[in-house]
Each structure stands twice: as C-alpha cells, then as structure tokens.
C-alpha cells in the first residue's frame, strides 16, 4: 500500500511543485526559516499526493485502457486503496495547510485557496476540470505557477502586492505558457485511452497534431516573454528551446498514431532535471546580483523586488522586514 501511495504521488514530479515555491521564498525572505522548510515539504509530497492521487483514483477506468499507467509516468491504484488514497491525502494536508494559515496573511490564504481548490477541481467528479477542454491545461499550470506565487505572498507578508513588479509577471506568465504547453503536449498520448473512456481533454478535442503545434507555440512565446526579465533572466530563454525541439518531431502527428508522442513525454521527464539544475544555477547568479535593501534607494520599473517609499513595510513570517522592501531608519 505504501509503495503504491508513493508511486501515486509521483516522485519525479515532487520537484516541479517544491522548487518554485522554495525558490519564490528564499528570494524574498534570503533566509531559512521553520516556515521555508515546513512549506517546502508541503509542495514537495502532500500537495502532489492530493494533485495525483485524487487523479488516480478517480481516472481508474482511463488508466485501465493506458499501457503508461503502473509507473514512475502514473499508477494504477488497485481499487482496494483507493479510499485509503483518499484518506492519506486529507490527513497528509490538513496539517501543512493549518500551519501555513496560521503564519499567513489574507492575501496568502486566497493564493493558497486557490492552489488546493485547483487541485482538488482538476480530478474530483462534478468538477473534473481536466475533461474540459483549454480548462484543463489552465489548471494544470496553476498546480505548479501558483507555489511560486505563494512563496512570494507568504515571505512578503502585508507588503506582498509591491513585488509583482512587470519583470516578476513575465517570469510568472511564461512559467505559466511552460506548463500549459507541458501539459497539452502531456495529453496528446494519451488520446486514444482517454476516448475509450469517454474523458474529454485539449487533446481529444482539437486532436493531435493541433495540440503538438499549440505546445510548441506555447513553449516559444515562454521564452518570448524571459526575455524582458532582470538579467541573468532572460538566458532562461535559452532553456526552452529544447522543449520546442522536442515536440517538433510530432508536427504532423495523427490521433491514430498518438501514443507515439510519449517518445517525446519521457524526453520531457528527463529534460525537466536537466532544465532544473540550469534554473537553479541562474537563480544562484540573480541572487548573487541582486543587492539588499538599501533605504531610500528606488528600483527600476522593471525590478522584481518593490519600490521604497516614505513609509516602509514591515511583512512577511514573523514580521520580519525582508530585502527589497525597505523601510525608514
């Protein structure tokens, strides 16, 4: 049962819910705190144990038809666990969630709202937002972009609106095209199954070759967009053109032929590593040219961190006055 809870949850993907928000609150706070650490862990396990396990519960029928599903790429829950699968992600949340409430504001408590709820909408019946078509891909890049943007709001505390400066909007918005591209090219192989099943997706709608061409599109309008990021930024351009070569090979692929794009999927796996590890490098270099907060000292327009002014901002976890927003000596 253990085993087929962790496969659930899927490891290979703890990260890509764990490292933005991580990142997001290192880079406004600039320290490791209770609250890094126990929020960290929350994105890294229970959040992705709810995100898949509710999935998999509720796709048994669509995994059943898919010959991916009973792997690192998804399980395949035996129907005996399913409600314990239930169960493990309420009690594994619940804990996460009322401490990260507690050390909120109000505007973290609607970030964070609005991360779970997508959640719990993109599988659960009656919702089931990953049957309707564009929806689904929405969703699915508001599981990953929205703990960077609650990193943000909880380490920043009440002075959290200063920081979305337009430098910080086009890093979030191309994260966002990133995983909505991720996603609809995600959907693509699995085509055939989820018709079977009578599951509705970007791709069972707009078909195969469609949803290849909109990824790839996708994927280069996210890099359009790091480019008017602070430096180093925009070299994270640079990281998305392989994912535009790797769906490139299916341009002109058929619904028949569908399953085929999961050469590209298990490409994509690997490539998220490797484009992690780049990522984190660049963040290392911002955050090494990036100055403290200086009192008095204004940032440019296109600046992550927010304005001074007369009056000062004292935010964040504990009430601790953080880098970049900066307050009267």
Request: contains cysteine; glycine residues 8%.
């Amino acid at each position: 049962m253990i085993r087929q809870l962790f496969v659930s949850s899927r490891p290979l993907s703890w990260v890509n819910t764990a490292f933005p928000f991580a990142a997001a609150y290192l880079l406004v706070t600039r320290e490791v705190d209770a609250t890094f650490v126990i929020g960290t862990l929350y994105f890294l396990i229970p959040y992705n144990l709810a995100m898949y396990g509710i999935n998999d519960v509720f796709d048994y029928e669509s995994d059943l038809r898919n010959p991916r599903k009973g792997g690192v790429e998804g399980a395949l829950l035996d129907p005996k666990v399913h409600r314990v699968t239930l169960w493990a992600a309420l009690i594994t949340n619940i804990p996460f969630l009322v401490y990260l409430v507690i050390v909120g504001t109000p505007l973290s408590w609607l970030v964070l709202a609005i991360s779970v709820f997508a959640v719990i909408a993109y599988s659960a019946p009656r919702l089931r937002f990953k049957e309707r078509p564009f929806l689904d891909s929405i969703t699915s890049a508001t599981h990953f972009v929205s703990p960077a943007v609650y990193g943000v709001v909880l380490a920043a505390g009440v002075a959290a609106p200063l920081w979305f400066r337009p430098s910080l909007w086009c890093l979030l918005a191309a994260f966002f095209l990133w995983g909505m591209a991720s996603h609809a090219f995600g959907a693509v192989q699995d085509i055939v199954a989820d018709r079977e099943a009578n599951i509705s997706s970007i791709a069972t709608v707009i078909g195969a070759k469609a949803t290849v061409r909109l990824s790839l599109f996708a994927y280069l309008a996210a890099g359009v967009l790091l480019l008017f990021t602070l430096w180093p930024g925009p070299l994270a351009a640079i990281l998305l053109i392989p994912y535009a070569i790797m769906v490139a090979p299916f341009w002109n692929l058929t619904d028949a032929e569908a399953e085929r794009a999961n050469r590209g999927w298990r490409k994509f796996l690997a490539l998220n590593f490797v484009t992690g590890f780049l990522v984190t490098m660049l963040l290392i270099w911002f955050w090494v040219l990036t100055p403290g907060c200086t009192p008095g000292e204004t940032y440019g327009w296109f600046a992550y961190v927010p304005q001074a002014t007369d009056f000062g901002f004292v935010g964040g976890v504990g009430g601790h006055s953080y880098p970049g927003v900066c307050t009267r000596n």
